[in-house]
């Protein structure tokens, strides 16, 4: 059993930051991508972040330039650092990987639990 756990959230002002991370744990053979979804009050899930298992990255335009996603390979382990919030990036964030249980066996998307951000004075 694969299980994603999320932490790092909370309220922040504009302008300020957080450091979100995500770690994997249980039966796991290997990981290849891994990344940061954010789900706003009324709006679909949207992609943030992705990186893969060699260090390519990838981001919405709408976070370029203010946050930086990262993994610990080691730690099968990913990170989202949050600079210049703004009150638009309130959402719960949730951290996807996708997964291989077995050797030979595909990779499957597993999804963390969500962690509250809200940019607000």
């Known amino acids: 059993q694969v299980q994603l756990v999320e932490s790092g959230g909370g309220l922040v002002q504009p302008g300020g930051s957080l450091r979100l991370s995500c770690a994997a744990s249980?039966?796991?053979?290997?990981?290849?991508?891994m990344g940061w979804f954010r789900q706003a009050p009324g709006k679909q899930r949207e992609l943030v972040a992705v990186?893969?298992?060699?260090?390519?990255?990838n981001y919405a335009d709408s976070v370029k330039g203010r946050f930086t996603v990262s993994r610990d390979n080691a730690k099968n382990t990913v990170y989202l650092q949050l600079n210049s919030l703004k009150p638009d990036d309130t959402a719960v964030y949730y951290c996807?990987?996708?997964?291989?249980?077995?050797?030979?066996?595909?990779?499957?998307?597993?999804w963390g639990q969500g962690t509250q951000v809200t940019v607000s004075l």
């Open positions: 996807n990987a996708f997964i291989r249980v077995v050797v030979s066996g595909p990779y499957s998307s597993y």
């Open positions: 249980g039966s796991i053979f290997s990981i290849s991508t």
């Open positions: 990186i893969t298992s060699g260090g390519s990255t």
